[in-house]
T-cell receptor
């Protein structure tokens, strides 16, 4: 079973920030938080990951609470092309079978003009 | 990031037949993963494929139904055997990034319809 809980859907106005929450209250000390998204009819796309510090890259920012039981993915200026299903996944970092991805149902983000 | 291609992109097959899906990566990778995404559902891991060894299957998936080959470090195939309409899904392969921080990169998927 997935170790994360996400709202099934969210709307966001184009140009505004999209804040996608994720609860992972049972996260272990060596597990990272990963975010992926799946645009319709495409394979999932890696966005960002983090352990306990906030992270930012060219796509998004990841804010992890101090107790690490929840996190928020922030798309600072959402565009229509950001409409997708967003998956929050916790797993051990590094390669190998121990770090396999377990996908939950994700959050369907609809960016509206 | 890795560039991954899959063939075929889609197919319509009759029940009882088999289909082999190919996955090609533009760089050498140790592990490749095969996922299934049933209509309207999330992704489910089928198996992990190491080069030179037998694939490791997840609970609910068996080698007789989903045989996997991994002949080299850039290529893998997944066969869906003795298909039924319940096998209608998108099948995706993925690899882990070379940075070694656990991110995975996915192919575009193969959309299979079984009639």
């Amino acid at each position: 079973d997935a170790k994360t809980t996400q709202p099934p859907s969210m709307d966001c106005a184009e140009g505004r920030a999209a804040n996608l929450p994720c609860n992972h209250s049972t996260i272990s000390g060596n597990e990272y938080v990963y975010w992926y998204r799946q645009i319709h009819s495409q394979g999932p796309q890696y966005i960002i990951h983090g352990l306990k510090n906030n992270e930012t890259n060219e796509m998004a920012s990841l804010i992890i609470t101090e107790d690490r039981k929840s996190s928020t993915l922030i798309l600072p200026h959402a565009t229509l092309r950001d409409t997708a299903v967003y998956y929050c996944i916790v797993r051990v970092a590094g390669s190998g079978n121990t770090g396999k991805l377990i996908f939950g149902q994700g959050t369907t983000l609809q960016v509206k003009p | 990031s890795a560039v991954i291609s899959q063939k075929p992109s889609r197919d319509i097959c009759q029940r009882g037949t088999s289909l082999t899906i190919q996955c090609q990566v533009d760089s050498q990778v140790t592990m490749m993963f095969w996922y299934r995404q049933q209509p309207g559902q999330s992704l489910t891991l089928i198996a992990t494929a190491n080069q030179g060894s037998e694939a490791t299957y997840e609970s609910g998936f068996v080698i007789d139904k989903f045989p996997i080959s991994r002949p080299n470090l850039t290529f893998s195939t997944l066969t869906v055997s003795n298909m039924s309409p319940e096998d209608s899904s998108i099948y995706l392969c993925s690899v882990e990034g070379v940075a070694g921080v656990g991110e995975q990169y996915f192919g575009p998927g193969t959309r299979l319809t079984v009639t």
